[in-house]
């Protein structure tokens, strides 16, 4: 089992959708928290980051941890066309500061 | 222009040949990264450099070497290419984490698209 799991999709959402996306993870010692984007024929891009718990909001995008279920969550409101991509979670603890990647989430919003 | 280079951008060879990907960075970054990016398999670190005298294997070095000529630059070397190592390969740099409330964020090049017949 890898440490970090998240479903590659394709996720399909109707513009204006509501997306969650989601990873979970087995290592109690992370503590950093990271949402990458990824256009096509691009290299990963920072989207969002969280430390430790709790929600972290930046516009239409929402992150969330919960540890105590080791699961992490970002949320897009208001989805565009634009937002088709993949979406890679990510994860270090402190000292290391190596992520560990998810699989990546491709995310297709359609007009 | 663009802060994380890599060349070439594709590249297709032969099994068994010698390949060599070229990484540089503008960001003045001591750490350097190259990761594989395949299919359904996400992004898999092959070999990361703190500094300059710094190397370190990650998850899948197997058939892979690297160099780091300075801080600006680090290059992957696939000594006997096969088709398995198909793939898309990334460079990143980050700053150390904790370095003014950094959490090691990854600043990545635009890939290297390698395909071994």
């Known amino acids: 089992q890898k440490e970090v799991e998240q479903d590659p999709g394709p996720l399909s959402v109707p513009e204006g959708a509501i997306v969650s996306l989601n990873c979970t993870y087995s290592n109690s010692a992370f503590q950093y928290f990271m949402w990458y984007r990824q256009y096509s024929r691009k290299g990963p891009e920072l989207l969002m980051y969280?430390?430790?718990?709790g929600n972290k909001e930046d516009g239409r995008f929402t992150a969330q941890v919960d540890k105590s279920s080791k699961y992490i969550s970002l949320f897009i409101r208001d989805s565009q066309p634009s937002d088709s991509a993949t979406y890679l979670c990510a994860m270090t603890s402190r000292g290391s500061y190596i992520p560990t990647f998810g699989r990546g989430t491709s995310l297709i919003v359609h007009p | 222009d663009a802060d994380v280079t890599q060349t070439p951008r594709n590249r297709i060879t032969k099994t068994g040949k010698r390949i060599m990907l070229e990484c540089s960075q503008t960001k003045g970054h001591d750490r350097m990264y190259w990761y594989r990016q395949d299919p359904g398999l996400g992004l898999r670190l092959i070999y990361y450099s703190f500094d300059v005298k710094d190397i370190n294997k990650g998850e899948i070095s197997d058939g892979y070497s690297v160099s780091r000529q300075a801080q600006a630059k680090f290059s992957l070397s696939l000594e006997s290419a096969i088709p398995n190592q198909t793939a898309l390969y990334f460079c990143a740099t980050s700053v150390p984490g904790s370095t003014s409330g950094s959490v090691g964020e990854q600043f990545f090049g635009p890939g290297t698209r390698l395909t071994v017949l």
């Open positions: 969280t430390y430790s718990s």
